[in-house]
C-alpha cells in the first residue's frame, strides 16, 4: 500500500525550514503532496499560484522532486484534500513550543474531523529562526533574505 503525506502550509513564501521537511518527508513516505492553503488569518504576499510555482522551482533546484507533488486547495478542509488523494497522515515542520501549542488543536481536529493523523517533524536547527513572516518583514523593508529561503524566491523577491 502507497503511503501518501500531506504536508500543507501557507508557504508565503516557502522558505529553507520548509524545505528541510519535505525533504525529509519524501524520504519516509511514498508520496508527498505539498499543499498551499490560503489562510484567511494571515495577510498574504504572494498569490496562491505563485507561491506553487515557487515550491516548484526549490524542489526542482534541490534535487528532489521524484516523489513529490505541488498543489493548491481552496475549496474546503484540509482533511477534505487529503481524503480525496488517500492520504492518511499530515506532516507539519515543528521549531518550539509556540509551534507545538499553534498545530496540536489543528492536529487533534483534523484527527477528529476525518482520521487524519499529524506527524511533527523537528526540521534542522539550522532553521529554527525562520518563517515566513519574517521573511515578508525583511523582504518588503528591502533586506536580504537570501540565507533564508531558496534561490528561486530570493530571486523572485528581489527582481519579480
Ligand atoms: O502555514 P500555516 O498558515 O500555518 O498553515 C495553516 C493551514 C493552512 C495548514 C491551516 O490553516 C489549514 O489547514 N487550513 C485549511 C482549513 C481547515 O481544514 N481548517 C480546519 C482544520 S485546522
Not at 519574517?134 to 524566491?153: F, I, M, S, T
Request: negative net charge.
Amino acid at each position: 500500500m502507497s503511503r501518501i503525506a500531506v504536508v500543507p502550509g501557507s508557504f508565503d513564501p516557502v522558505t529553507l525550514g520548509h524545505l528541510d521537511v519535505i525533504e525529509r518527508a519524501a524520504k519516509i513516505f511514498d508520496q508527498i503532496h505539498v499543499l498551499v492553503v490560503h489562510n484567511p488569518a494571515k495577510t498574504a504576499l504572494l498569490p496562491v499560484a505563485q507561491r506553487v510555482s515557487l515550491i516548484e522551482r526549490a524542489i526542482l533546484d534541490a534535487g528532489f522532486e521524484g516523489n513529490i507533488i505541488v498543489t493548491s486547495w481552496s475549496v474546503g478542509l484540509l482533511v477534505d484534500y487529503c481524503t480525496e488523494v488517500g492520504a492518511s497522515v499530515i506532516v507539519k515542520g515543528i521549531r518550539s513550543q509556540v509551534d507545538v501549542a499553534y498545530e496540536t488543536p489543528m492536529a487533534i481536529v483534523n484527527r477528529n474531523l476525518a482520521g487524519v493523523e499529524t506527524i511533527f517533524m523537528l526540521p534542522d536547527p539550522a532553521h529554527a529562526h525562520v518563517s515566513s513572516s519574517l521573511v515578508r518583514q525583511v523582504a518588503g523593508l528591502g533586506g536580504d533574505v537570501a540565507p533564508y529561503v531558496p534561490k528561486a524566491v530570493a530571486d523572485f523577491l528581489q527582481n519579480g
